[in-house]
């Protein structure tokens, strides 16, 4: 299994990013997929999830902001950020759903909000 995210950079308060997550090693449409962030001396937290029968939800602090997405034909998830503040500065992760016993990581990918 793997998964590699992208997309991360900096972008100004209220602007947009868009991160993707290429997954390989699994059969990506029989999985829920995921969404986290962490932030410096924060633990990781979920920010979305996108379940098998692409069914969606998302914690309060970027609900109607965020928006995840799946390409079950490519393999590829995706986060739209819309309205970024600067609390939403982390390193942002997708994961999988358990995989056997065990949930899947990708090398994560910084998003900085700031001006």
């Known amino acids: 299994v793997q998964l590699v995210e992208s997309g991360g950079g900096l972008v100004q308060p209220g602007g947009s990013l868009t991160l993707s997550c290429a997954a390989s090693?699994?059969?990506?449409?029989?999985?829920?997929m995921s969404w986290y962030r962490q932030a410096p001396g924060k633990e990781r937290e979920l920010v979305a999830v996108s379940s098998v029968g692409s069914s969606t939800s998302y914690p309060e602090p970027v609900k109607g902001r965020f928006t995840i997405t799946r390409d079950n034909a490519r393999s590829m998830l995706y986060l739209q950020m819309n309205s970024l503040k600067p609390e939403d500065t982390a390193v942002y992760y997708c994961?999988?759903?358990?995989?056997?016993?065990?949930?899947?990581w990708g090398q994560g990918t910084q998003v900085t909000v700031s001006s």
């Open positions: 994961a999988t759903s358990p995989i056997g016993f065990r949930r899947y």
């Open positions: 090693g699994f059969v990506f449409s029989r999985y829920g």
